[in-house]
């Protein structure tokens, strides 16, 4: 039996907005092993982005209990969130680079602020930009890369400080296929090479089924399905196969009545 | 030389005379000394005001609605006054500074009290254009609230920052000129006393012409360095 890495507990969250209360998460139990790539899947307005952000504590949940590698994510005080943030690293659909900065110093950043020493900032800049293959890059500056470059320094960014947990928020959504594939490689190789646990949030079944081991399935706030990725493909009478159906469907019915076709 | 009794183009043939430009010479250098001055002063309170605007806002790193509430209500109130009164509200300031009410420096007072919050806004917004994105990944790499503002907000949005700063020079200059009114010296006290009160047309021009170039070079020196930076960072 693997260890459970990330485990959530009764995770509630609800939004507070001018047009009432939006309720997000509604309970979610949810346990990831260590070394695994564990991918969540669900529609836009799922609850997805916000499950992912309350991991980091980038939203603070109403009530429940996340604890990561044995640590109690919302008992921490805020300096030890800090440092505990440096342990987890993430990764965005809109890449989320600092512009101003080169790709080098992009990479540097989190080690930068952890105060690092120069020589040790620059072996682990070099390691992990000939990790993701961008070793011809060190020196432009983001603005002149390709999405999937972009993303290469992303999840260089993210792995610089050694995280034990990269938490990929639609990191290949705004990706053409054959880069959105390079990059679910990389993913692949690094939890190989490194044995990190990745999380992976997406609204693309296609993704999860070639990258992660295991998979839930969320639905307006809950969770209503997890299991192996095998198991839940190859069961036709599984929700997410239906959902999916579902959503094929429409797909077809709108791209119809825009007169396109599929 | 007049308008009154000379041909506009013999006055503007008189506005390049050698013994005009001699006398606007120290003028010039009060001038730049006063804008000079003022804009360093206005740029480093109005980037600190600027960064606590947007920090404490709502959706802010560090909400905080009575500080951000506070602050903005006394800019606007600042800002409400038309420059001609702040610098009339300022001479006591002056005088308890300076111990006299008038000459460059007692100006500068009233100058940053007028140019300061609305440098303060201009930096607001520009720091307020910064993806979301970006600061929720500096964020969730660990960096702590003061990391974020020094080594992501300032330089992700420097060059609007420079854009704003270049508008906020040339409100600098306009009021430098009007404080020449009220006794500051400069470039407006030469137009104001020559040209308003003795009807020197032709040293009247030649204030303009100064301040026209200085504008200008102002405006350029801002557009090109925000360019440069746009193209180092491959923006453009």
Known sequence: MMDAYIQISDLHKTYHTHNGSLNVLKGINLTVHKGEIFGIIGFSGAGKSTLARCINRLEVPDSGSIRVGGVDILSLSKKELLLERRKIGMIFQTFNLFEAKTVYRNIAYPLEISRVPQNEIRRRVLETAELVGLMDKLNAYPGGLSGGQKQRVGIARALVSNPDLLLSDEATSALDPQTTLQILDLLKQINRTTGITILMITHELDAIRYTCDRMAVLEDGQIIETGSVRDIFNNPLSRTGSIFARVYTEFQRASEENGSGI | ?236
């Open chain 2, 1 to 236: 030389m007049s308008l009154l009794d000379t041909p506009l183009w013999e006055v503007i043939k008189g506005s390049f005379a050698p013994e005009i430009w001699q006398r606007l010479k120290p003028a010039i250098g009060e001038t730049l000394y006063m804008v000079t001055l003022s804009s360093i002063i206005m740029l480093v309170l109005g980037l600190f005001l600027g960064i606590l605007l947007t920090v404490t806002n709502p959706d802010g790193l560090i909400p905080m609605k009575i500080l951000y509430t506070g602050s903005g209500w006394v800019i606007n109130c600042l800002r409400s006054l038309p420059q001609m009164i702040m610098i009339i509200l300022m001479i006591p300031v002056a005088r308890l500074f300076f111990g006299k009410s008038y000459g460059v420096n007692a100006c500068i007072i009233a100058i940053a009290a007028s140019c300061i919050p609305m440098y303060a806004r201009l930096v607001e917004s520009s720091l307020l254009e910064i993806a979301k994105g970006k600061v929720e990944a500096a964020r969730s790499i660990g960096s702590t609230n003061i990391q974020i503002i020094f080594r992501i907000l300032i330089p992700e949005t420097a060059p609007s920052l420079i854009r704003g700063f270049t508008v906020a020079v040339i409100a600098v200059i306009s009021m430098t000129a009007l404080a020449g009114m009220f006794g500051a010296g400069g470039i407006g006290d030469i137009a104001v006393r020559f040209g308003y009160q003795r009807f020197q047309h032709d040293v009247l021009f030649a204030t303009v012409y100064i301040l026209i170039i200085l504008v200008q070079l102002v405006q350029w020196i801002g557009n090109f360095a925000s360019k440069q930076i746009l193209k180092k960072r491959n923006l453009i």
